[in-house]
């Protein structure tokens, strides 16, 4: 068990903690606690990074790196292969009102947004289904980037990006170029 839990765990680049490990684990249909993968992980010295630091999109520098599968070129050769998207928050009079967008990187145009009170995984995942829902999508050919925000790597949303094949890349945290390049579609 340990040794899968070291795979699910170096696959994830080093992000997935005991929850999200729990989840991949009964997904494939393995019938575990999710105490017991909180052990094991701790006995085997195998920490996720945690959203609820300071400073949550700071990367554990112990962790690999995830694959750049943009490298840096924020263009796209055709419509639907490379989707960035974003939360904003607009000033209400009745409180912040966030706002969920995708944009393609191809035609420049948005393809879906969304707006809630509430900047949660429920949300980019709400937007995400439009999307996919207007667009037609060949399954492994899109590339979703999103920044390492807790909504962007909720297990909802990665799970669903897994299910409908699409490759989801996470910006290089506290880089501000690379920041820079994606903003730079909107």
């Given at each position: 068990m340990t040794e899968r839990i070291k795979e699910i765990h170096a696959e994830s680049g080093?992000?997935?903690?005991?929850?999200?490990?729990?989840?991949?684990?009964?997904?494939?249909?393995?019938?575990?606690?999710?105490?017991?993968?909180?052990?094991?992980?701790?006995?085997?010295?195998?920490?996720g990074v945690s959203p609820r630091r300071k400073g949550f999109t700071r990367r554990d520098p112990k962790a690999a790196l995830a694959p750049d599968l943009v490298e840096r070129d924020f263009t796209a050769s055709a419509t639907n292969r490379l989707w960035a998207t974003d939360l904003t928050v607009i000033p209400a009079?009745?409180?912040?009102?966030?706002?969920?967008?995708?944009?393609?990187a191809f035609s420049r145009r948005v393809v879906a947004w969304e707006t809630s009170a509430r900047a949660d995984a429920d949300l980019v995942l709400t937007t995400l289904e439009y999307a996919l829902a207007s667009?037609?999508?060949?399954?492994?050919?899109?590339?979703?980037?999103?920044d390492h925000g807790c909504q962007y790597t909720s297990i909802k949303l990665t799970t669903r990006?897994?299910?409908?094949?699409?490759?989801?890349?996470?910006g290089f945290?506290?880089?501000s170029y690379d920041n820079a390049l994606a903003e730079n579609l909107w």
């Amino acid at each position: 068990m340990t040794e899968r839990i070291k795979e699910i765990h170096a696959e994830s680049g080093g992000n997935y903690g005991s929850p999200r490990v729990h989840a991949v684990l009964k997904r494939e249909g393995t019938r575990v606690g999710r105490k017991r993968v909180e052990r094991l992980m701790r006995e085997a010295d195998i920490a996720g990074v945690s959203p609820r630091r300071k400073g949550f999109t700071r990367r554990d520098p112990k962790a690999a790196l995830a694959p750049d599968l943009v490298e840096r070129d924020f263009t796209a050769s055709a419509t639907n292969r490379l989707w960035a998207t974003d939360l904003t928050v607009i000033p209400a009079g009745e409180g912040p009102l966030w706002l969920s967008a995708i944009r393609n990187a191809f035609s420049r145009r948005v393809v879906a947004w969304e707006t809630s009170a509430r900047a949660d995984a429920d949300l980019v995942l709400t937007t995400l289904e439009y999307a996919l829902a207007s667009r037609e999508v060949e399954p492994g050919q899109l590339i979703h980037h999103a920044d390492h925000g807790c909504q962007y790597t909720s297990i909802k949303l990665t799970t669903r990006l897994m299910q409908a094949r699409i490759d989801a890349f996470m910006g290089f945290v506290g880089d501000s170029y690379d920041n820079a390049l994606a903003e730079n579609l909107w």
